[in-house]
């Protein structure tokens, strides 16, 4: 399977997965009497850019006035760390490690559908709106923030065509896979394929924090408006704490862009197969209604999918941060 990682081609058209998890981050100790701006400029980081990423990395490490600790290891700033992933498309397919807030991470990302199953349908006009294929793309957007923050993330729905996409209406098609393999039509075969593909991956991973993230879109009465709305297994403590975290966190941004709206997303326990079948703690988020008018502007407009990324990726930030 190429999830979030680099492809080498064998004779036979054999495919070989190694993953590519960004590059291992520089450390390096002071020199005695050494300031934190000498020491910055000495390993080619002006410190107007990168002082407050390095004293993020560092935290705890400095003496009360926030001087280096000599015989102390520093994680250094990336400066010039990027890598390639050809699966977010050729306009967004190079990556750059902005900072290391969530490295030892993995993080297993299913968009809903796919493949024979386009999800629910939405109108827009004349236009019609596929709930795979949004769910997909904002995906993508999650998937890249979170490598770029410096986890290890398994794509387990893929389409090699797509990329991230700007346009405000996604084509629908039928080639996404899983694990390199066609989607099957019936349910309960595509949900075991997808949850045996996690369980498989999750053995392999030694990291203590693993968690499985699926993303859809809801179909309701073309009145019912929603917010974000989030699912946990009932008996997964860490999966209510996570649901509850990125759902604060959206309330929060909410009301920091948007202070007059209000925000009612709920998080609730449901017993869902993939909640129930996956290994790794599991958060099953629902966007929005595709068929409601207020909805779907979250979706047709690409900011807005972004906007949904980046919120999603803050909340996972806290939820990381909060199990430490």
Known sequence: MRTVFRIFLFLHITLSIVAQAPPE????????????????????????????????????????????????????????????????????????????????????????????DPGAIGHYGEQRLYEDEY????????????????????????????????????????????DGQTIPLNQMDRLKQRSETINQLSKKEPAPYQRCIEIHLDSRSKKKQMDVFFYYHEGSKSGKNMAETIRKTLDANYKKHQPNRGFSGTVSSRNLYMLKNTRPVAVFIELGNIRNFRDQQRFVLESNRQALANWLSDGIVVDYKNTK
């Open 135 to 178: 769910a997909y793309d904002i995906t993508l957007r999650l998937a890249k923030n979170l490598m770029q923050k410096g986890a290890k993330v398994h794509l387990i729905v893929q389409d090699q065509n797509d990329g991230i996409r700007s346009r405000q209406f996604l084509s629908p098609d039928t080639d996404e896979t899983v």
């Open 25 to 116: 981050p520089l450390r390096a100790k002071p020199n005695p009497g050494e300031g934190v701006w000498a020491f910055l400029r000495r390993h080619n980081l002006p410190p107007s850019q990168y002082l407050e990423t390095f004293k993020s990395l560092n935290d705890g490490k400095f003496s009360p006035n926030g001087g280096l600790l000599a015989h102390h290891w520093y994680t250094l700033p990336a400066s010039e760390t990027s890598w390639e992933e050809p699966l977010f498309g050729k306009d967004n397919q190079t990556l750059k490690l902005t900072d290391n807030e969530l490295k030892g991470a993995v993080f297993y990302l299913v968009s809903g559908h796919g493949g024979p």
